[in-house]
Structure formats: structure tokens, C-alpha cells
Nanobody
């Protein structure tokens, strides 16, 4: 059974930082490209960042987060991270982890990030 479990969300002030984690089980983690997506109320889910497997050589970011967010992976821990710095109110959303390998796509349940003073 495939499981992706996100953690690390919460309430943070503008300019603050958070680190999201996503632990995967039931998949060959190193083979999967891992991504973070987000969905704000009333908006469509959008890609935030993606990292290739297994080495993580290729990383891509949404223009809105490039330079502020960093995606990384630890294959030994079956975990992908999203370090978020200089957070803005517009970063407020539910953040979802995604694992993709060939035609197989799996999603986590999400973790809420709220940026507010």
C-alpha cells in the first residue's frame, strides 16, 4: 500500500520559514520523481517544485517560489523536503506531496501552511 505522509505545516508570520517533509512507503522511492504542489481556497492545484530521481540532479520550481523555496530528497529515509524561506501571505495553501514514476502517480493528504501576521 502506497502512503505519502506530509508534515511540517503550520502558522508562520510573513518573512518566516518552514520546512515540509513527506515520508513515502510502499514505493521504490529512489525511482520516483517527487514533487510538491499546493492548492489555495478557490484555486486550482499548482506545481511548486519537483525533483528528479534517484539523484535529484534536476530540480524545477514555479516562478513564484524560485529563490525562496528549495526541494531536496533523502533516499535513505524515503523522504522529500521543501524548505520555504521568506514566506508571503500568498504562499498560504494546502501543500501536497506527489510521487511519479512512469504512469504511476500518488498523492499525500496534504499539510496546511498559513502565512499571516
Amino acid at each position: 500500500q502506497v502512503q505519502l505522509v506530509e508534515s511540517g505545516g503550520g502558522l508562520v508570520q510573513p518573512g518566516g520559514s518552514l520546512r515540509l517533509s513527506c515520508v513515502a512507503s510502499g514505493i521504490r522511492f529512489s525511482l520516483h520523481a517527487m514533487g510538491w504542489y499546493r492548492q489555495a481556497p478557490g484555486k486550482e492545484r499548482e506545481l511548486v517544485a519537483v525533483i528528479s530521481g534517484p539523484s535529484g540532479t534536476n530540480r524545477n520550481y514555479a516562478d513564484s517560489v524560485r529563490g525562496r523555496f528549495t526541494i531536496s530528497r533523502d533516499n535513505a529515509k524515503n523522504t522529500v523536503y521543501l524548505q520555504m524561506n521568506s514566506l508571503k501571505p500568498e504562499d498560504t495553501a494546502a501543500y501536497y506531496c506527489n510521487a511519479k514514476f512512469l504512469a504511476s502517480i500518488n498523492w499525500g493528504q496534504g499539510t496546511q501552511v498559513t502565512v499571516s501576521s
